[in-house]
Structures are given as structure tokens and as C-alpha cells.
């Protein structure tokens, strides 16, 4: 706890120079006639005049938890509809759909962007596997199966044998993390503290990617709400039957009215923080190593005990 209070209590003291200058992705309104300047990645930008204190946190979000459930309901799977998204975004020559993003950086650059598709495709193969030579018996079912459907034989074994050597892929209908990139922030100007969601971040949970998490793509989250939104409004304006991108309600199944973009707002989902922005740019179990080692106290106890100190700091900087 003495290491999270002195955390905190250096992130108070530098609160100002956050407020005064927020370098990461701000962007001038008007560089000549206005020097006020918002984060253009942020659904709803706040003044940088009006940020009195900020710090970013990186969050995993487990969809196998019972309390994320409502996220990965039968006809409303959020990572179904990232993938989705990302799909229509190349397929697209409007640049409609979701633009997927190196989850290995934490910029929104041009050269953060997953513009080949070969780059992203790589991204859902389980690193270190291929598939096995075929064997002789398989090779004369090929055959037999090429005849029966009227191709030719060795064609049709050569594209079988391609199809068994290629590296598995991560199963998609079965990813259940995300990673949520986020700035809590203290605006100024009303008094309240606001969570300023930038990315999402899809990773394989380590027992579908071969024994270890993988991140797989990153999306910002503006282009994220935008594609919820649009898929939310459709399936609610046509009357599917299925309504798409809402959040399940188990208290009362047939309510489709929260969308996911509605969830998130809201915080309708359980979370624990894994990485806080700190000059070494070290994660959690990285930073906190001496107590967890000394088994003082868990990863999960560690990221418990931060968010309720920096909902502490958001208190004495309302009574301020």
C-alpha cells in the first residue's frame, strides 16, 4: 500500500503538467486562433486546459467471467463483430468497417496500421506450428475424392497437402479476451472523473494459442463505436429477429435497448488493470515483482488495491 500511495502522490504532484500539456495524440482545433487542443482519438474530447490530473491504465477484460457475459451473448459477440468489422475494412474501398491496428504498438500512425492483409493474417496463426506431412493412405483418398468429384487428381493433392502443412489457426469463435487502453482523467471544468477509452485490443487467452496469450489486433475504440453503433442501428431498424451489438441483459433477456457502445459507458463490464503509464513502461507483474515474489500479495490483488487508490485520488481531487 506504501508503494501505491507514493504512486499516487507523485502522480498528484505532476497533475498540473498533464493538464498543460497531454502530448499523446492531441491535435490543434485552430493553431493560429485557438490554443485549445483535444484528444482526437477520444469519442468525447476534453480541453486539455481542463484536464487537471491524468493517467492511463490497461485493462484485461475475460469474457469467459461471469460477469462479462453479456458481451458474448449468442447474437451478440463483440469479438465476432471486431472481426467483422475488420473484414468489411478490407473489402472496402470507402474505408468503411473498423481499421486494424498493430497490437504491438500503441500509436494510430500510419505505420501502426495493419494495411497488408498478409501482416494481419499473420496475426491469427499460433506461433511455432505446422501441420503434418501427408501420409500415404491420405494421399490415395485425395485421389479417390478428386475422381468421385470429377477434378484432377494431382491438383487436388497438391491442395489438400498445402491445406495439411499450413500453421493452425487460432480458433476466432473462441477468443474471450480483450485489452482496454484508457485515460482516467479529472476534468477541471466539471468536477467529475471520466474514463476516455482509445483502443481495444483482441488477444487469444493462452490455451487456444499454443500455451501462451497472444495479442492478436488492436482497433480504436472511436472506429470501434462507430461500427457498434451502425451494426446496433440496423438490426434494431430492419426488426431482425436477432438483434445485433447489444449488451445481454440477464435480469431481463428480452430487453435489447443497451447496446455495446451503451455498456461501455455505462461500465458494464469487470476488468483488471495490468499496466499503468510509469517512466520504465513496465506492466503490473513487472513492476510490482519484489511483493509478488516475496508472495506479499497476488497479481489480481495488486491491480484490486490500484484502482481503488486511484478512486481515492479522484475523491481528494473533487474535495480540491
Given at each position: 500500500?506504501?508503494?501505491?500511495?507514493?504512486?499516487?502522490?507523485?502522480?498528484?504532484?505532476?497533475?498540473?503538467?498533464?493538464?498543460?500539456?497531454?502530448?499523446?495524440?492531441?491535435?490543434?482545433?485552430?493553431?493560429v486562433q485557438n490554443s485549445r487542443r483535444y484528444n482526437i482519438n477520444s469519442v468525447r474530447p476534453i480541453r486539455s486546459e481542463d484536464v487537471m490530473f491524468s493517467i492511463r491504465v490497461w485493462s484485461k477484460m475475460d469474457l469467459r467471467e461471469k460477469s462479462n457475459e453479456g458481451w458474448n451473448s449468442r447474437y451478440s459477440k463483440i469479438v465476432e463483430i471486431i472481426f467483422e468489422g475488420i473484414d468489411l475494412w478490407y473489402n472496402s474501398?470507402?474505408?468503411?468497417?473498423?481499421?486494424?491496428y498493430n497490437p504491438l504498438t500503441q500509436g494510430f500512425d500510419d505505420s501502426d496500421?495493419?494495411?497488408?492483409?498478409?501482416a494481419y493474417t499473420d496475426r491469427v496463426i499460433i506461433d511455432?506450428?505446422?501441420?503434418?506431412?501427408?501420409?500415404?493412405d491420405e494421399i490415395d483418398r485425395?485421389?479417390?475424392?478428386?475422381?468421385?468429384r470429377g477434378v484432377e487428381p494431382d491438383a487436388y493433392v497438391q491442395q489438400k497437402t498445402r491445406e495439411k502443412l499450413a500453421p493452425d489457426s487460432i480458433p476466432k469463435d473462441r477468443i474471450a479476451m480483450l485489452e482496454i487502453e484508457e485515460d482516467l482523467i479529472f476534468?477541471?471544468?466539471?468536477?467529475?472523473?471520466?474514463?476516455d477509452i482509445q483502443s481495444v485490443k483482441v488477444v487469444a487467452q493462452a490455451d487456444i494459442a499454443g500455451g501462451v496469450e497472444k495479442?492478436?489486433?488492436?482497433?480504436?475504440?472511436?472506429?470501434?463505436?462507430?461500427?457498434?453503433?451502425?451494426?446496433?442501428?440496423?438490426?434494431?431498424?430492419?426488426?431482425?429477429?436477432n438483434v445485433r451489438a447489444f449488451w445481454f441483459n440477464p435480469r431481463n433477456p428480452r430487453n435489447f435497448d443497451i447496446s455495446l457502445t451503451n455498456a461501455f459507458d455505462m461500465r458494464l463490464f469487470s476488468s483488471n488493470i495490468v499496466k499503468f503509464s510509469n517512466p520504465s513502461d513496465a506492466a503490473m507483474e513487472q513492476f510490482f515483482e519484489a511483493q509478488i515474489t516475496a508472495g506479499k500479495?497476488?497479481?489480481?490483488?495488486?491491480?484490486?488495491?490500484?484502482?481503488?487508490?486511484?478512486?481515492?485520488?479522484?475523491?481528494?481531487?473533487?474535495?480540491?
Open positions: 500500500m506504501r508503494t501505491l500511495s507514493a504512486i499516487c502522490f507523485l502522480l498528484l504532484v505532476s497533475a498540473s503538467s498533464f493538464g498543460q500539456a497531454n502530448s499523446n495524440g492531441t491535435a490543434p482545433i485552430d493553431s474501398a470507402e474505408g468503411e468497417g473498423i481499421a486494424p496500421l495493419l494495411s497488408d492483409r498478409n511455432g506450428t505446422k501441420g503434418e506431412d501427408a501420409t500415404l485425395w485421389k479417390t475424392e478428386a475422381i468421385t476534468d477541471r471544468n466539471r468536477s467529475v472523473p471520466i474514463w495479442e492478436m489486433v488492436r482497433v480504436k475504440y472511436k472506429d470501434l463505436v462507430a461500427y457498434l453503433n451502425k451494426v446496433y442501428r440496423e438490426s434494431v431498424a430492419n426488426k431482425e429477429e500479495r497476488n497479481l489480481m490483488e495488486i491491480s484490486r488495491d490500484f484502482r481503488y487508490q486511484l478512486l481515492e485520488t479522484m475523491h481528494n481531487l473533487w474535495e480540491y
